[in-house]
């Protein structure tokens, strides 16, 4: 090697170094770091974007009234784009490189479970603010959630079907990728069929599909009274407009994957008029919780929360409070903290964390009436 | 009955928009001999381009005649845009590269395939548009039960109709004339006083416009777009191209029409979690047994 390609690699190493440095030495002593992913672009971005606006919600109202153990509490918020990979990225950067405290994230369970199984192995707690598939928790004893599982919100919605819709024959469409949407349609499946009703046909896509003509094309020949889709806003937009167009006509229904203001874009409002969905909250809840909550969020983002904006800042503030009642930013100490949660009155009702790390909560039932989600019923566990 | 007819209709316009982009790899690589692999993206670009072009020509809702023609102009301005859009890829990426390695070509065109989706990530956001209604989609025949809409029967005319255009240029003009030469053989081609750069620019137009036609039908068929659709929609038209037989025309045609129907027939009627396996499978097998593809002819390589 002469001289000058040794002076010129050297001069790249040294001022990458550097460029680097300041990177590595800010831990600061007056702040607590909490870590946060979501996926802020991507088909399912307004669960990110809704999240981290609710969560923001709550740092923001620690450190107006002093802070928390008197620190300042820092949110440091990265982007998965939606993809389970980038979510595993996200929580090691957010352990590793940031050392924070503890760790609120995903609201979409497959990508919630790529993140627990780093959270776990490095012992730091996580809160899934609306992670609904059981497998997420299971994971260990770091993993919480502040929202019910899906063999609940099953039954929530065999209920409705069957007693409020009166629909026995039920054709199933899930989404094959996705560990949320496969596992509410077993639960769904064998709930529903244990309450009398009928399962004719069970069809499957795969998230970022486009053209479901073929599966709706089939469900529509067996003539069913309803149509179950366990699946995330984008594809239930577009799912719907399909289903109108080839000719079923009746009421499609679905699970917390739909709440978006996204879901009723474009021709996507006519197509899902009259359908219905469970999740956890609704804005028409006159508790006052729930409507300061509302105006709060109204001020600062000039927008409509939902559901995953409510569940964020009740994910954000059940952590906060662990570390209040910790005393310290230990991570085992806030884990028990966690676990020890009960009966905290949160704006999406009393959160209770059970043995399995779940919260015990009702489910309400929304109906689309002209793009608007409007409340239709409660049910209780 | 009723059902088979319905899952024809779908997939017969699956198979059109596969059929629109397949045209466009397969004159490409007929020219050039090489796969161009942003060619799924300029697709997305010319469905982008419907989208901005609606909202900049103050598009709400399709009603009456005059949406109509608003969505001839969206599509035919669409076309214009990519038509630049191919030419200048062409020219700022691939010329300059003539005479390298095949190798290196197809490298810059998964590097201007990537730039181009990430830079629609950037310009466009992540996040998926809803396509306008360009054309109102209302039930036009009821066949033995079955209810055919207005867009599939859209969709497939004009992917028929601009078919029909394609032909007529290769066939008839002196320029289509040029182009077959030049696929044929370019060193004699040019031998005969055929201006190279020109046929593979004019290929290159075409291509893209046709591209950018699949766009708009695709936004008007599964109106949810993303930078990113280009990816799928593009390998499932090259795999189309390449079952009828790479090189040729009517190949890539049919090649689209086929992916298209068995998609629809697999996931219909199987399962869909198969889909593109049996899809995939369909195409190992007609290429172990006839490997030039299903029109495809065989090239006898010199030495």
């Known amino acids: 090697m002469n001289i000058k390609k040794l002076v010129f690699s050297l001069t790249i190493f040294v001022s990458a170094f550097l460029l680097f440095l300041p990177g590595c030495s800010k831990n600061s002593q007056n702040e607590i770091l909490i870590g946060e992913y979501e996926s802020l672009t991507g088909s399912e971005a307004t669960f990110g974007i809704s999240s981290t606006n609710g969560l923001k919600l709550a740092v923001e109202e620690y450190n107006n009234s002093g802070g928390l153990l008197g620190k300042q509490i820092k949110l440091i918020t990265y982007d998965d784009q939606g993809k389970p990979s980038e979510a595993a990225t996200a929580v090691q950067k957010l352990i590793n490189k940031d050392k924070v405290a503890g760790i609120i994230g995903e609201v979409a369970s497959s990508r919630s479970k790529a993140g627990a199984q780093i959270c776990q192995s490095s012992k730091i707690p996580m809160i899934s603010p609306a992670s609904t598939n059981p497998e997420v928790t299971a994971i260990g004893d770091y993993i919480f959630r502040v929202c019910f599982i899906d063999p609940f919100q099953a039954t929530v919605i065999s209920k409705f079907a069957i007693n409020t819709l009166k629909i026995k024959r039920v054709a199933v469409l899930q989404d094959v990728k996705n560990a949320y949407s496969t596992g509410l349609a077993d639960f769904f499946i064998k709930q529903f069929k244990e309450m009398g009703g009928d399962i004719i046909e069970v069809q499957s896509y795969s998230n970022g599909d486009k053209d479901f003509k073929a599966q709706l094309t089939a469900i529509k020949a067996k003539n069913p009274e309803g149509v179950f889709i366990p699946g995330y806003y984008t594809d239930v937009g577009l799912i719907a407009i399909q289903a109108r167009e080839i000719g079923i006509t009746a009421p499609l229904f679905g699970s917390d994957g739909w709440e978006s203001d996204k879901l009723t874009e474009g021709k996507a409002k006519d197509a899902l008029e009259g359908c219905y969905f469970s999740t956890h909250v609704s804005t028409e809840n006159p508790s006052p919780e729930v409507q300061d909550f509302i105006k709060k969020y109204k001020t600062k983002y000039n927008m409509m929360p939902d559901a995953m904006s409510f569940l964020a800042y009740d994910a954000g503030m059940i952590m906060f409070d662990a570390i209040k009642r910790a005393g310290s930013t230990d991570p085992d100490k806030i884990r028990n903290e966690i676990a020890k949660t009960k009966d905290y009155s949160g704006v999406t009702g009393k959160i209770s964390i059970n043995d399995q790390r779940n919260a015990i909560k009702p489910a309400v039932i929304l109906e689309i009436k002209g793009g608007q989600f409007t409340y239709k019923e409660t049910v209780n566990p | ?303």
Not at chain 2, 144 to 171: D, E, K
Not at chain 2, 211 to 227: H, R, S, V
Not at chain 2, 228 to 240: D, E, H, P, R
Request: net charge positive; aromatic share 10%; proline share 3%.
């Open chain 2, 1 to 303: 009955m009723t059902e088979f007819i319905q899952q024809l209709i779908n997939g017969l316009s699956l198979g059109s928009i596969y059929a629109l982009i397949a045209l466009g790899y397969t004159m490409i690589y007929g020219i050039l001999r090489f796969i161009n692999f942003a060619h799924g993206d300029v697709f997305m670009i010319g469905a982008f381009s419907g989208y901005y072009l609606a909202i900049l020509f103050g598009f709400s809702s399709a009603s009456g005649l005059m949406s109509l023609v608003y969505a001839i102009i969206i599509l035919i301005c669409s076309m214009i845009i990519c038509a630049a859009l191919g030419f200048t890829i062409e020219k700022l990426a691939y010329k300059p590269l003539r005479s390298s390695p095949k190798l290196t070509i197809l490298i810059t065109a998964i590097g201007v395939s990537l730039f181009l989706e990430y830079t629609g990530q950037l310009v466009f956001g992540a996040d998926p548009k809803s396509f306008p209604t360009l054309v109102e989609n209302k039930p036009v025949v009821t066949l033995g039960g079955a209810v055919i809409f207005s867009n599939p029967l859209v969709v497939l005319v004009t992917a028929v109709i601009l078919m029909i255009i394609l032909r007529m240029i290769v066939m008839k003009t002196k320029m289509g004339t040029a182009m077959r030469a030049v696929s044929y053989n370019m060193t004699a081609a040019s031998l005969m006083g055929i201006n190279i750069n020109r046929i593979i620019s004019f290929t290159f137009i075409i291509g893209s416009s046709l591209a950018a036609a699949a766009g708009i039908l695709f936004g008007l068929n599964y109106p949810k777009i993303d930078p990113l659709i280009g990816i799928l929609y593009g390998l499932k038209a090259f795999v189309a191209a390449v079952l009828g037989g790479i090189g040729n025309i009517a190949g890539a045609a049919l090649g689209g029409m086929i992916i298209g129907l068995t998609e629809t027939f697999v996931s219909g009627y199987i399962s869909s979690t198969y889909r593109d396996a049996i899809a995939f499978a369909i195409l190992i097998l007609l290429l172990l047994f006839k490997p030039t593809g299903l029109m495809g002819k065989k090239e006898i390589e010199k030495v």
